[in-house]
Every structure is written in C-alpha cells, then in structure tokens.
C-alpha cells in the first residue's frame, strides 16, 4: 500500500514558505522531499490562485503567502488560508 500524508506537497509548499519566504526552489525541495521540478509547479500553482506573489530581489525570490484569501475548496470556501496556517506555523498567530 502506498503511504500518504495528511497534508499535500502544495500546503506543505506553502507552510515553508510562510516560515521562510526567502526559499529557494531548492531548498523548498529538499524540504519537501520532491523535485525542483514539482516545486516550480506547486509555487506557479499557488501564485496563479492568489495564495502567494512574489518579488525579485536581484537573482532571489521573496514570496509574500496572502493570508486572507480563501481556502480553494467546496468544503472549506469560506475558511480563509490564514486560519489554516495560523494552526500550523507557531509564529504566525503572533502576526495575525
């Protein structure tokens, strides 16, 4: 049987970067344990949803994670993405 996890590659994507928006695709990577390939889609994927933008600073990316917008789902629509990582990024409720 397959192994799964409870949260997919795109919030695990977008928990490391909330924790550190300076990542680079390498690093989020090697965090996540998938490609660069993959994260470059998941990244792409979150920007053109509106979960993130980001910003070129010389050769480096910042990514700003808009904690406001809603969670992408029929279940949770109405949850907004900064609620459901408030829960998961410890420093992120002393922001909010």
């Known amino acids: 049987m397959a ?3 409870f949260l997919t590659n795109h919030a695990h ?3 490391c970067i ?6 680079r695709l390498k690093d ?5 344990e998938i490609s660069e ?3 470059k889609r998941i990244v792409a994927d979150l920007e053109h949803t ?5 910003k070129r600073f010389g050769r480096r990316n ?3 994670v808009h904690l406001e917008q809603p969670i992408n789902s029929p279940v949770t629509h109405s949850l907004e ?3 459901l990582l408030a829960l998961l990024v410890p420093m992120l409720t002393s922001v909010m």
Do not use: F, H, Q
Request: glycine share 6%; aromatic share 10%.
């Open 28 to 32: 989020l990577a090697e965090r996540v």
């Open 37 to 39: 390939r993959a994260v």
């Open 50 to 54: 509106g979960y993130i933008s980001r």
């Open 18 to 23: 909330t924790e550190d928006p300076n990542s």
């Open 13 to 15: 994507v977008l928990l």
């Open 81 to 83: 993405i900064g609620a």
């Open 3 to 5: 192994e799964w996890t």
């Open 62 to 64: 910042r990514y700003e």
